[in-house]
């Protein structure tokens, strides 16, 4: 018989484990789906990780494993990953924000032959204006960009072995879940979902921490910012030769371009143009920076006693 593990990423969930984990354990049961469920502790500075092992205490089919540190969401993701054993594994929030009664959806359609299973957010929610500034206006440049709505997808997905292999095969650190299920392909389906309210505890994201989320995002995903810069600096180009034949034009012609306002402005402008593409080639150099060192993209300091193969440490360089 098949097997699903579910991974569930948690960072300071207290309030959350022990229902979440009643919660699945209960609908799978009822379903009649074998399954396992992977929390990842990321490095949570209060008890989720005492919650966890009280969880796995209660029922066998809990694991779980504690980060030495905060290394983010994408590295909770990708260590449970490492951690399932299912045929199939579904990756969701661990605040329930996910509703649970589309896993048995998503089940099927992994039965009927679907590789890849998608949730997709059929309303976004109270979208703050914050979001909808930050991430929301990164992730509609992206969707453009990798031709996949990124507003309406999510990391609530159902994988394949099959992909979970590919996905942790790949060399790199600096991870993006949710467009790499699309980079990887295999075949796919989709499932709707509504975002539901969290009932504990609160959203671990800020504006800034969701910012920056998005920019490693697109500088890790795509090197379209990159291109940004030649074309802002053929745009410049292009300007220049026009003010350079105007002003040599209107030189000769003995009515030379006035004055400091114009200088100072082109001078503003094109120092401004140039400080911006210096960062975003920066954020290029940072990211391969990052890789070259090769370090961990996360270190597990423990693991409740059902986890099988020694993990704990520096894992998967
Ligand atoms: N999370 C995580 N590491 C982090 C931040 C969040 O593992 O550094 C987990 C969190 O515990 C939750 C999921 O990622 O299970 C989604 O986070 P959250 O609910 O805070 O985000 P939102 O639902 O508001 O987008
Ligand atoms: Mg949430």
């Avoid at 295999?186 to 994201?205: H, P």
Wanted: hydrophobic content about 45%; overall charge neutral; aromatic content about 10%.
């Amino acid at each position: 018989m098949s097997v699903l593990s579910i991974v569930l990423p948690a960072y300071n969930e207290e309030q959350n484990i022990e229902n979440t984990a009643t919660v699945l354990a209960e609908l799978l049961e009822k379903h009649g789906i074998d399954y396992e469920l992977v929390f990842v502790s990321d490095g949570s500075v209060d008890n989720t990780y005492a919650e966890i092992l009280k969880a796995a205490a209660k029922n066998p089919r809990v694991k779980g494993a504690q980060f030495s540190r905060n290394f983010g969401k994408e590295a909770g993701i990708f260590a449970g990953l490492e951690l399932t054993t299912g045929d199939a594994v579904i990756v969701m929030d661990c605040d329930l924000q996910h509703p649970p009664e589309v896993i048995p959806q998503m089940w099927e359609k992994w039965n009927d032959g679907a590789e890849v299973v998608e949730g997709i957010k059929s309303d976004r929610g109270r979208e703050s204006l914050g979001y909808k500034l930050s991430a929301g206006l990164f992730y509609k440049i992206m969707s453009r960009l990798i031709k996949i709505d990124m507003n309406a997808s999510s990391d609530f997905k159902l994988l394949d072995r099959k992909v979970v292999k590919v996905l942790l095969e790949l060399p790199e650190r600096n991870t993006f879940f949710r467009a790499l299920t699309f980079w990887a392909g295999f075949r796919r389906d989709t499932v709707e979902y509504e975002v539901q309210e969290r009932k504990f505890g609160k959203s671990k994201w800020s504006l800034w921490s969701l910012m920056r989320y998005a920019i490693t995002n697109a500088t890790s995903f795509s090197t379209m910012p990159l291109q940004i810069v030649t074309v802002v600096g053929l745009i410049s180009i292009l300007g220049s030769i026009v003010l350079f034949i105007q002003t040599l034009v209107r030189y000769f012609m003995g009515n030379s371009v006035e004055g400091f306002t114009t200088v100072i402005l082109l001078i503003l402008i094109i120092g401004g143009f140039i400080m911006l593409s210096l960062g975003i080639i920066g954020h290029y150099i940072a990211r391969v920076y990052e890789e070259v060192k090769g370090r961990p993209k996360y270190i597990i300091s423990q693991v409740t006693d059902n986890v099988s193969g020694n993990v704990v440490g520096a894992w998967k360089r």
